[in-house]
């Protein structure tokens, strides 16, 4: 286990900075995957189990957790710069309307900006057809498990792999964006591919999916991300004169992706605000990484099977609560509320028109779960029964109460590093050890 940023599998996450780090616990007390261990004083992670989630970056004290995100030096003069803004960046800005954040994101250098609220419609009458016939085919155990999250579908992946069928095969809304965008763009442009480059402004440290997410054969849309951390100053200073004059919004729109139209978007940010709008007859919404992983766990034993679709979000209060936000989530969440009284709700596109492209297949995943399980599940082999054996023999000679002084979350994992000859039993101080790893 080392601290590299390099994976197997190509993703990365989170940066840890050694130099930072006092090797205290509580960034490995809070990981879900228990990816941690804390040696020589220093936080090391097996990079292979991060999900993404954020949540070491939340409670480490000393900054050494960051984002492996970009920034606005990124953007470059050569290329077509396309800014991709989730509605949880409009809450960050208390009594600023839509049309005034995304004017200033083209002020601070992008030539466009797409409101994702458009391609949220799209992923609403999507799935609502999907649950719609699979109340008859059932190709989809139920309940069924919104894929918006993609911490969610990282954890399903590797700690509860058998639930991956459960997942909505339909493509995420990002993903969706980033494509169709995309293509409009080469196309009213005449230009390469790789003269069009996406940023998403992101309030988590996930970032779009590593391989297609798209329609079998429809090749891969590459994307940077940026925290809205990141951008909050110097977005601020852009919309804040903004505010004082008489510009018409919207004055140089060249699609009709660019803008807000209601507040269908925006209410996308709150715990429950996905299924809000939709219809669906039986639905459940759930926030907070501890309740999702009791709820997918509840779902792993047979339970709410009554339920057709469950939106799971592993961070308190929905993507509000994102670590990359820049304002406190409860703050944001009065900002969403007054938005959605101010603009109303209703659906800017047309059922018919999204149904027929439903029957294309373009809102297919080509993801099925044993693939969604290689690129995010458990990259460890399986345990022999005499290796648990020998797990349990440790467990039963520490009888320890997951005090975390050796380096490792749990008694269990501790045992396992055993095993796996990546720690010693000396540094155990139930069997006597005298010293931390």
Not at 265 to 290: K, R, Y
Not at 349 to 358: H, T, V
Not at 394 to 411: F, Q, Y
Request: glycine content about 8%; hydrophobic content about 35%; charged content about 25%.
């Amino acid at each position: 286990m080392t601290v590299s940023e390099k994976t197997s599998s190509g993703l990365r996450y989170i940066r840890y900075d050694q130099a930072t780090c006092n090797g205290g616990s509580s960034c490995l007390k809070v990981c879900p995957t228990l990816a941690i261990r804390i040696k020589n004083g220093k936080a090391a992670r097996n990079e292979d189990l991060c999900i993404g989630c954020g949540e070491c970056l939340r409670v480490c004290q000393e900054a050494a957790v960051t984002a492996a995100t970009a920034d606005l030096s990124r953007l470059n003069k050569d290329e077509i710069s396309v800014a991709l803004v989730t509605p949880v960046l409009y809450a960050q800005f208390p009594g600023v309307m839509p049309e005034d954040i995304l004017m200033g994101l083209r002020a601070l250098g992008f030539q466009h900006t797409v409101d994702m609220s458009y391609f949220l419609e799209m992923f609403q009458y999507a799935t609502e057809e999907y649950i719609v016939r699979n109340r008859t085919t059932k190709q989809s155990p139920w309940p069924l498990i919104s894929p918006v999250c993609p911490v969610v579908i990282r954890l399903i992946a590797s700690r509860f792999p058998s639930l991956m069928p459960n997942v909505l095969p339909l493509l995420r809304p990002v993903d969706l964006m980033a494509r169709d965008v995309k293509q409009r763009i080469i196309k009213e442009y005449a230009v390469n591919e790789d003269k069009v480059m996406l940023y998403y402004i992101n309030p988590c440290p996930t970032k779009r999916s590593p391989l297609p997410s798209t329609a079998a054969g429809r090749k891969k849309d590459a994307s940077i991300a940026i925290g809205i951390n990141d951008i909050y100053a110097d977005l601020l200073h852009q919309i804040e004169p903004m505010q004082d004059t008489d510009q018409p919004p919207y004055a140089n729109i060249r699609f009709d992706f660019e803008y807000c139209h209601t507040g269908n978007g925006p209410m996308w940010g709150l715990s429950g605000g996905e299924i809000a709008d939709m219809n669906i007859e039986n639905s459940l919404a759930v926030s907070g990484m501890d309740e999702t992983i009791t709820y997918l766990e509840k779902i792993e034993m047979g339970l709410f099977s009554n339920l057709e679709y469950m939106e799971l979000r592993t961070c308190r209060e929905g993507c509000l609560g994102g670590p990359l936000n820049a304002i406190d989530k409860y703050l944001a969440k009065s900002a969403v509320n007054k938005m959605i009284k101010m603009l109303g709700l209703g659906r800017r596109l047309s059922r018919g028109k999204i149904l027929r492209q439903y029957e294309t297949g373009k809102f297919l995943t080509d993801k099925d779960p044993a693939k969604l399980i290689q690129i995010f599940g458990s990259r460890t082999k399986p345990m022999s029964i005499e290796t648990v054996q020998k797990v349990d023999e440790i467990l039963e000679r520490i009888k320890g109460h997951d005090c975390s002084v050796c380096g490792a979350p749990t008694c269990r994992t501790f045992a396992e590093d055993v095993i796996k000859g990546e720690a010693s039993l000396d540094e155990c101080l139930m069997l006597g050890g005298d010293k931390p790893c």
